[in-house]
């Protein structure tokens, strides 16, 4: 039986905003709202192919992850896999790892993709090696956790 929901936050604490992701991952750890029968929060770091084991295991599964999007540093985006899929072909849309959208890509072509995956990702300013967010992110802190509780709660409204 699958599970409903899995948040995982993806980054390397090491690259200052590559870290983003769990950054906003144990944000929301903390503030569990409501919803601990239903959501697993999984610390992604840098697990590259071995997302593919977590896409087998929900039925719903929230990225979170520094995207370079071409937006504006600390900007959000929120996307499902079929849209990452799209942009990341048509133009340079990228993450710190490999390439979390290959792993998508190769989810998909295995018949391993959850019912519902979705990206919550933040364009960085820094990813340099180095500890803290950049000033720029740490900025706007507030605004991205409280957007990415409100998109987690949209996806657990969905799916119920």
């Not at 999984?42 to 999007?69: E, K, P, Q, W």
């Not at 340079?92 to 990206?119: C, E, N, W």
Request: glycine share 10%; net charge negative.
């Amino acid at each position: 039986m699958q599970e409903v929901c899995g948040v995982i936050g993806i980054g390397n604490p090491l690259r200052r905003d590559d870290g983003i992701g769990l950054v906003l991952l144990d944000h929301l750890r903390s503030r569990e709202k409501g919803f601990a029968s239903l959501v697993t929060y999984i610390d992604g770091g840098t697990a590259g192919m071995n997302l593919l084991h977590y896409f087998s295991i929900y039925r719903m599964i929230l990225l979170i992850d520094a995207v370079r999007f071409g937006g504006i540093p600390g900007q959000w985006r929120f996307f499902s896999h079929n849209e990452a899929i799209s942009k990341s072909t048509q133009e340079h849309v990228s993450t710190h790892i490999s390439d979390v959208f290959q792993v998508i890509r190769i989810a998909q072509k295995i018949g391993q993709i959850p019912q519902h995956l979705y990206i919550f990702g933040v364009e960085p300013e820094d990813v340099s090696v180095g500890q803290g967010l950049s000033d720029t992110l740490q900025n706007k802190l507030p605004v991205l956790k409280k957007s990415v509780e409100e998109k987690l709660g949209w996806m657990i409204e969905t799916v119920l």
